[in-house]
Nanobody, 122 residues
């Protein structure tokens, strides 16, 4: 079994910064992609940023230029640096790992973290 543990959420004023981290633990051979999603009250969960194992990244239009995702493959950890935060960024942020294999011929699986709250005050 693989577990994703997020940390780094909290309360910040608009214009401030926060950094999130997510560490995957367990018997892991490879992880195709690691991503951050968020879900605000009354809204659907949405992709914030994704980092592929080869280094490519993609972002939601709403966070481009403000958020940066980076991944440490050796540590199976993904980070999200969030700058110039806005009240609209307030949400629970979830870590997501896709294409997780426990060994070479394993069937790829997906895992979610439990989430961490980010609150941006105006």
């Amino acid at each position: 079994q693989v577990q994703l543990v997020e940390s780094g959420g909290g309360l910040v004023q608009a214009g401030g910064s926060l950094s999130l981290s997510c560490a995957a633990s367990g018997s892991i051979f490879t992880i195709d992609s690691m991503a951050w999603y968020r879900q605000a009250p009354g809204k659907q969960r949405e992709l914030v940023a994704r980092a592929l194992s080869g280094g490519n990244t993609n972002y939601a239009d709403s966070v481009k230029g403000r958020f940066t995702i980076f991944r440490d493959n050796a540590k199976n950890t993904v980070y999200l640096q969030m700058n110039t935060l806005e009240p609209e960024d307030t949400a629970v942020y979830f870590c997501f790992a896709d294409g997780v294999k426990n060994y070479y011929n394993d069937y790829p699986k997906r895992f979610w973290g439990r989430g961490t709250q980010v609150t941006v005050s105006s």
